[in-house]
Each structure stands twice: as C-alpha cells, then as structure tokens.
T-cell receptor, first 115, second 109 residues
C-alpha cells in the first residue's frame, strides 16, 4: 500500500460546472476525512467517514457539496455548480481504528481552480 | 479568537540554529498533531502526542495539557527543514483535526 491517493492532482473548471474528486485511503484505515485548504490558511474540516457511514459534516459543506464512501473503501467528493470561492486544495486523510493512538496519513491533495 | 494559535507565523533562521515553534489551543483535546507541509500541498504527520514529549531524529515535540500548549523543536536545522509546520489538535469523541494557520520556516544555508 503506497499511502493515501487522491485523483486528480489538479482540476481547472469553469464556474457552474460539476467536479468530482476521488480519495483512496490506506486499505486497513476505516476512518476517512476530507479537508479544504485555501491559500495561506490551515486546512478546515469538511466531513468524516467511519467505514461507509458519514458521521460528521461541517457547516462549510453547503448543499452543493456531497461526499460518499459507498463500500467503506474509496471516497468521492462532488461539488455541483462550482463557484470561484470553491477554489482550494482538497485534502483527504485516513486513520486506522483506535485512531487516538495512531497518526493520520494525508493524501497529496486535489487543487481545484474555478475560472 | 482562533481555537488554535501558532507563533511565530514566519521564521527565518540560519542553518544549524535551534528552532522552536509554539502552539496554544483553547479547547480540551484528546491528542495533538504536528504536521509538515511542503510547497505543492503534501502534508506529512510528524508527531501525534497526548502528553509529555516525543523525539524523532532532530525533531522534538512537547505538550502541556494543563496549560494547553505544545512546542515543536528542531535541532541543528537544515535547509531541507524549510516548510510550513502546522499544529492540529484533535477533539474528544470525533476524530477531526482543528488546524492552526501554520508557521512558515525558512532555513538559510
């Protein structure tokens, strides 16, 4: 296992288009997180899955955003009707059970630019 | 007031200097992460600690739960240590991290 993979690495889209990002966590990690990072800021929590269950969503996750983890493995984050303010780095992380003992593993992120 | 504050925001030092980055947080936590982020976005988890002190190579992290304060130290700093260092406490119950805005460290040869 080579770590947390995110695809694509970069995405440029026109305002109003829909985009979907994918995250493949480390296989034995049952927890998966999405964060968003805008320029010059630290990452902000978006949502969190334990297996296939989405347990928490941030208020930052407007109704244009939806995340799924259908089989408890990979996850997708979809943004509908993109706006320029959605331009950011979208980071995925995963952790194993008993997560308070282990650290997180982050993916390299998907950089979204909405033009 | 931000829940997580780091200082300094920017730090430039000469190669070999001892580096200290501070983190203060305002809420109860179950653990705290120190993360390193290089240009281009990749984040690496350096430490997770809930008490005391941890050491890994030239890096040392300490935490004082009662004072809600943590520090990251780098000994014998090197230009390859240049990166943004982020403090991220983890809450009780849920597993999400709350991130500081980071400290941009530049080590000059």
């Amino acid at each position: 296992d080579t770590g947390v993979s995110q695809d694509p690495r970069h995405k440029i889209t026109k305002r109003g288009q829909n985009v979907t990002f994918r995250c493949d966590p480390i296989s034995e990690h049952n927890r998966l997180y999405w964060y968003r990072q805008t320029l010059g800021q630290g990452p902000e929590f978006l949502t969190y899955f334990q297996n296939e269950a989405q347990l928490e969503k941030s208020r930052l996750l407007s109704d244009r955003f939806s995340a799924e983890r259908p089989k408890g493995s990979f996850s997708t984050l979809e943004i509908q009707r993109t706006e320029q303010g959605d331009s950011a780095m979208y980071l995925c992380a995963s952790s194993r059970p008993g997560g308070f003992i282990d650290g997180y593993t982050f993916g390299s992120g998907t950089r979204l630019t909405v033009v | 007031k931000n829940e997580v504050e780091q200082s300094p925001q920017n730090l430039t030092a000469q190669e070999g200097e001892f580096i200290t980055i501070n983190c203060s947080y305002s809420v109860g936590i179950s653990a705290l992460h120190w993360l390193q982020q290089h240009p281009g976005g990749g984040i690496v988890s350096l430490f997770m600690l809930s008490s005391g002190k941890k050491k890994h190579g030239r890096l040392i992290a300490t935490i004082n739960i009662q004072e809600k304060h943590s520090s990251l130290h780098i000994t014998a700093s090197h230009p390859r240590d240049s990166a943004v260092y982020i403090c991220a406490p983890r809450g009780f119950g849920n597993e999400k991290l709350t991130f500081g805005t980071g400290t941009r460290l530049t080590i000059i040869p």
